[in-house]
């Protein structure tokens, strides 16, 4: 029987049952990788005795997980007792090339776990419920207490940028560029990247004072710390002066009167000739699949941001100064560009 063969009522009932108990394997994925499965699979610790004396877990318990990755394709096993990873668990492996080890970790912490679980009050309040969830104003106020999470906050990041930001730096030209600043930039992997492709231009970051050490370190190990300079500040107060600020997953972060100050700031400082690069995720049709809509009700409940669509960028853009003059594509990203609008 194939899945043509299943009459479209079981078929819906089989889906819906998939989205109801999505959260189960996003816990799932959430102990796969904090207990290092995919590395352990490829080192060949492929057994649960191995690894759950490893990882000073439960056996029984962790042979009924590797059983259960086994069968949501993470893994396949002979004789039930010998596992050896499959590629699909090989995203979580930390050495991974575009890694997702750090994004399934942090994305299912208590930090998003558990304003997530009061979702459909950010549907009925239209705020989101990280204060009633933690008792924080923002997301950042709750990493800010706890560094652990905000490290690995940071690092999922950096999953997610990674394999991005060559594609951002190569659809922005930086000719006669002095200064590329990542507002809000994280570890920086995109002013790096930018760095790496451009080998004349200076960079930094400008972060939250207790994150930026991280921006720093990445530039030394790239080799870059002499063109690189990292600021830690707060992009409502001031944001230094460069030439091109980018602006990646931050606008997303904020609602409207939030994202034009963080764009006057950018304007008031923007040296002449100067860009300001949004990079964010841009909302399309109605029912169009993909990242942005799904992302749009994360910023509901995280954060009080929207995902935007080109329009709406448009808007902020007027009311801080500035003019679009550019969109290019890069991956699931839009580059838009923007010039002061006189
Ligand atoms: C969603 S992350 C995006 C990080 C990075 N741009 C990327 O795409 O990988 C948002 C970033 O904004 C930073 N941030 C939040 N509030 C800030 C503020 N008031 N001033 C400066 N940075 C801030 C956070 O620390 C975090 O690194």
Redesign the pocket.
Known sequence: MTTADIPAEARDHQRMMGMVTGYWVTQIVRAAALYNLADHLASGTNTPEAIADAESTDPDATRRLLRTCASLGLMTSQDGVHFTGTSLLGTLRKDAPNSLHHFAVSQSAPGHWLPWGRFPEAVRTGEHQVTAAHADA?I?DY?ARRPEE?SL??ES??N??VAAAGDIAAVLDTEGVKLAL??????G??VRAMMKADPELHGGV???PH?VPAAAEAARADGMAERFTVVG?????EVPPADLY?????L??WDDDSCVRILKNCASSLLEGGRVVV?DHLVGAVGEPGLAPLMDMNMLGMTGGRERETAEFDALFAAAGLRRVKVSTAGAFAVIEAVPAA
């Open positions: 923002s950042f990493f905000a906050f940071t990041m950096t997610l940028s990542d507002v809000g930039g994280a570890a992997h995109v400008l972060d939250l994150i500040g707060d992009f409502f107060e980018v602006l990646k997953y931050i997303h972060d990079v």
